[in-house]
């Protein structure tokens, strides 16, 4: 399998510009999580999904930030307008089964730059 | 709110010595505890869980949980600077959900 696979890897955008990343999931993976980290922060998730529906997105910083997941294989996070403050590394990972057992794999995640 | 702490260090250990990485949680009903690794520039990679009081060995490694007093601890036997990184230590909740709460992290140097 080749992993969570995230694009871009990098994204150098301007203050006010859209941003969209991009997210392929484990394939047969049924929970899909994006998270944002920071030196200040930490790992923060943001948004997760179940079946492609989202559960809680009680992380997502603002209303500039979207998500969404119209099939199995595919989600994006979009923020726009982008802001100097959304600078991080965003990181998207995704788990086959709800267990207390069982573990999240991170894709490669995205270095988001706004100037 | 859940919490996870851990010492953002950095932890600086030479070769061949032991590094203990160190974390506490507040939900005292928590139920599985995950140790990540994360080199600079990469994402997290699991390296070890453990969800029963006690050692749990792997390898080099062995995770050290300890329900009682709520801290789950990470060693690091024969430290190699390959081992230099940062170490998240992970809890999933009570609650049912099975999503994790993140700790912050402990930057650990191996030098030669």
């Known amino acids: 399998d080749a992993g969570v696979i995230q694009s871009p890897r990098h994204e150098v955008t301007e203050m006010g510009q859209e941003v969209t990343l991009r997210c392929k999931p484990i394939?047969?993976?049924?929970?899909l999580f994006w998270y944002r980290q920071t030196m200040m922060r930490g790992l923060e998730l943001l948004i997760y999904f179940n079946n492609n529906v989202p559960i809680d997105d009680s992380g997502m910083p603002e209303d500039r930030f979207s998500a969404k997941m119209p099939n199995a294989s595919f989600s994006t996070l979009k923020i726009q307008p982008s802001e100097p403050r959304d600078s991080a590394v965003y990181f998207c990972?995704?788990?086959?089964?709800?267990?207390?057992?069982?573990?999240?794999?991170f894709g490669p995640g995205t270095r988001l730059t706004v100037l | 709110q859940k919490e996870v702490e851990q010492n953002s260090g950095p932890l600086s250990v030479p070769e061949g010595a032991i590094a203990s990485l160190n974390c506490t949680y507040s939900?005292?009903?928590?139920?599985?505890f995950f140790w990540y690794r994360q080199y600079s520039g990469k994402s997290p990679e699991l390296i070890m869980f453990i969800y029963s009081n006690g050692d749990k060995e792997d390898g080099r490694f062995t995770a050290q949980l300890n329900k009682a007093s709520q801290y789950v601890s990470l060693l690091i036997r024969d430290s190699q600077p390959s081992d230099s990184a940062t170490y998240l230590c992970?809890?999933?909740?009570?609650?049912?959900?099975?999503?994790?709460?993140f700790g912050r992290g402990t930057s650990l140097i191996v030098h030669p």
């Open positions: 394939s047969g993976h049924d929970y």
């Open positions: 939900d005292r009903g928590s139920q599985s």
């Open positions: 992970a809890v999933i909740p009570s609650g049912g959900s099975y999503i994790p709460t």
């Open positions: 990972a995704s788990r086959g089964v709800k267990s207390a057992l069982d573990t999240q794999y």
